[in-house]
């Protein structure tokens, strides 16, 4: 114990060293302004490798401002067109529908304008026949596909050209060839206890204007159609037509 005290105390004892007391703003003081520098070189000298490379930033920025402000600029522009395309788009659906329209109504005028035509080709032939032998006749028949597949539209204009007293009454029968699966067979239209039959009955003085449509088994075609008018009471056709589909 008595040799730690001497050891303590004497000339081997160690060093004392005494230093000024340093508060720690005062130390960051002096760090921090070190601290900066070195930021600011190391800022400095990537910029500088950034312009030796070609690469200025404040071009660049000014570059990035002009394409955003022209991206925007193109977005509104898009969204101007699209909505002036679905307009034109609606517009051209509107006018095409117009155009069909039109071309349906004219269609429609011009088979007014025919059957005109025919009737008054009709009325002239029948002023002039005032003085023919009784006959009846059947005038303008014509078979042709209808709208739906199998289904064909007959039309004809019966004609008394003689001086009758009495209207005519009977009836029309179409006697229909087809071909069907390469055989021939024969369809009779109306048929037996069809609903329609009450159709086909005619009951005229002068004329009459008659059209019929009928329908053939899927996959069978029409060769020729013969239209057959028959008096009431009698057996035999008054008077029969054959005609080929148009």
Known sequence: MLRRVKRKFSISAPRLAVRPHVPWYVRWA???PFVLLAAALVVWAY?????MAGFHRE???TELSRLRAQVKFLRGENAKLSTQVVADERQMQMEHATNQEMAKQLKTLNEEKAHLN????FYQDLTQSGNRAEKLSINRLKVERDTL???YHCSMLLVDSGQRVKTFKGNLQLVVNVLHNGEKSVLVFPQENSPDAAS???????YQRVERSFHLPPGASLESLQ??????????PKIKQDV???
């Open 149 to 151: 597949p199998g289904e």
């Open 47 to 51: 910029d500088s490798g950034l312009q």
């Open 118 to 121: 025919e009737d008054l080709a």
């Open 200 to 206: 086909y009955q005619l009951n005229f003085k002068y």
């Open 30 to 32: 002096m760090v921090v």
């Open 244 to 246: 080929a589909p148009a």
């Open 59 to 61: 071009q660049a920025e």
């Open 227 to 236: 239209v057959r008018v028959y008096e009431r009471g009698q057996s035999e």
